[in-house]
Every structure is written in structure tokens, then in C-alpha cells.
């Protein structure tokens, strides 16, 4: 199974960036599609953002065009989110998933999750 790891979560203000990172590690050679998603309480787990693997091909939610960058080092296993432009309504805990499929922003369509990074965004 693929392992995922993320980090860069954090406090900032509105309007502020923040880049977070996903490390994938064992059996990275099965990953086809890496996806974010993101979750807040009581909520259903969201689309964010996702990449083909190899092509490098994204895809973003409506709600995050033209602020938020997906971009991967496949030579280090490694995914980024780049958000830009930081609303409070953003705050969650954000989720990369990985599948072995070429696939899209239906979060079933994702086989291994990470454990999560919350990021928050005050006034």
C-alpha cells in the first residue's frame, strides 16, 4: 500500500499563502492520480485539487481556480498544494489521496488517504 504524508498546515490570516506537502513512500511506482481534499466538522470531505502522476495534468475545484498551484516531484515521491489568496470559509483539515487509477475529483475514486493537516485561517 502507498503511505501519505502531509505537512505545511498552519495558522494564517486572511488572504495569506501557505504550500503543503504530501510524501508518498512505498509502492510509489502503483500511483497514477494524486488528489487534495479537504474537511471540516459535521462537513462532507471536499475536492480540492488533483494531478496526474506522470502527465502532470490538474484539475481544480471552482472554488480554488486561479489561487491554488498542484504541482508534484515525481522523483521525490512528493505532492504540493500552493494556495494563494486565503479565505476564512477555507478552513478544514486537508487530506492528499493517491489511486492507482487515472481519476478524477470523486473522492471513492481514492484508495489511500493521509492522516490529514489542519490549516486555519483567522480574520
Known amino acids: 500500500q502507498v503511505q501519505l504524508v502531509e505537512s505545511g498546515g498552519g495558522l494564517v490570516q486572511a488572504g495569506d499563502s501557505l504550500r503543503l506537502s504530501c510524501a508518498a513512500s512505498?509502492?510509489?511506482?502503483?500511483?497514477?492520480?494524486m488528489g487534495w481534499f479537504r474537511q471540516t466538522p459535521g462537513k462532507d470531505r471536499e475536492f480540492v485539487a488533483r494531478i496526474t502522476w506522470v502527465g502532470g495534468t490538474p484539475l481544480y475545484a471552482d472554488s480554488v481556480k486561479g489561487r491554488f498551484t498542484n504541482t508534484r516531484d515525481v522523483n521525490k515521491s512528493t505532492l504540493f498544494l500552493k494556495m494563494n489568496s486565503l479565505k476564512c470559509e477555507e478552513t478544514a483539515v486537508y487530506y492528499c489521496?493517491?489511486?492507482?487509477?487515472?481519476?478524477?475529483?470523486?473522492?471513492?475514486?481514492?484508495?489511500?488517504w493521509g492522516q490529514g493537516t489542519q490549516v486555519t485561517i483567522s480574520a
Open positions: 512505498t509502492r510509489t511506482f502503483s500511483i497514477r492520480t
Open positions: 489521496a493517491e489511486s492507482a487509477r487515472l481519476v478524477g475529483a470523486a473522492k471513492s475514486d481514492y484508495g489511500y
